[in-house]
């Protein structure tokens, strides 16, 4: 996986492909690593700021089912937690609503 990702994450059908595929609920061992890859692949492709067919919906919907589903596995490492607010913070800086939503949430967690 970590291969394929590194090649390919880059570019945007591909993206989608992989977010589907890690929405589905046999894989989500491997959401951990999911993260970093994605993580990475962001950083890469977003370098100079969000391209305009970069799937950041997708990308936002997927971390809300990550904080939905799998948030005590993301907070117990914290590399991984790390990895998860800043994609977070990086869609929410691109007024991406649904990142500026899930991030006032983690915000409220960490108040409560």
């Known amino acids: 996986m970590e291969r ?10 591909a ?37 305009e067919d970069f799937p950041e919906d997708g990308l936002a919907r997927f971390l809300v089912l990550v904080h939905e589903q799998h948030s005590s596995v993301v907070r117990r ?9 800043r994609l977070v913070a990086n869609l929410a800086a691109a007024q991406n609503r649904i990142a500026l939503e899930l991030q006032s949430r983690l915000a409220g967690v960490i108040c409560s």
Do not use: H, Q
């Open 4 to 13: 394929w990702a590194r090649r390919y994450l880059g570019e945007e059908e």
């Open 15 to 51: 993206l989608r492909a992989f977010l589907y595929f890690m929405k589905l609920p046999v894989v989500s061992e491997w959401i951990p690593n999911a993260l970093i890859l994605i993580d990475e692949a962001f950083a890469n492709v977003c370098s100079d700021g969000l391209a």
């Open 77 to 85: 490492i914290p590399k991984v937690y790390g990895v998860f607010t």
